[in-house]
């Protein structure tokens, strides 16, 4: 039996919120198609910082100026997965916003001017 005085934990020990309890077991969250790369911003982190719970309010001061995804997982020392979702759910209620690292090609050569192209590179 532990004694009174015996500490069971300490700070190095970590949080003692499991980070998937943050997200309510949630995993995944691609309703936004977020990855590594894609860039996010807080909008006014000051007011609604008092709206969201703790691991929230971090996310948004952390993203007080544009960051990767990456960067913001790094800073506030939580998985990726979990920051994912966790953003997801700012971006749902208009906290944070988000541009995506990729943007999709709309003018892309035909396939006519793509083998001129190939002929004349064989050419040279």
């Keep these: 039996m532990a004694s009174r005085d015996e ?6 020990a ?3 919120v499991r980070p998937y309890a943050l997200t309510r077991g949630r995993t995944r969250d691609n309703r936004y198609g977020l990855d590594l790369v894609t860039l996010v911003v807080s ?3 000051e007011v609604h910082e ?3 719970e703790p691991e929230y309010a971090d ?5 007080e100026h544009p960051l990767s995804i990456a960067e913001v997982a ?3 020392d939580l998985p990726l997965c979990v920051v994912k ?12 916003i988000y541009r995506t690292g990729w943007q999709p090609v709309r ?4 396939m006519d001017t793509m083998q001129k192209v190939l002929d004349g590179i064989r050419k040279l």
């Design 107 to 110: 003018n892309a050569p035909d």
């Design 43 to 45: 909008v006014r982190p």
């Design 85 to 96: 979702v966790m953003l997801a759910d700012l971006i749902e209620v208009d906290y944070v």
């Design 59 to 63: 996310v948004l001061w952390v993203c």
């Design 14 to 16: 970590g949080p003692l």
């Design 7 to 12: 500490v069971w934990f300490d700070d190095a």
């Design 50 to 52: 008092r709206i969201v």
């Design 74 to 76: 790094a800073k506030i």
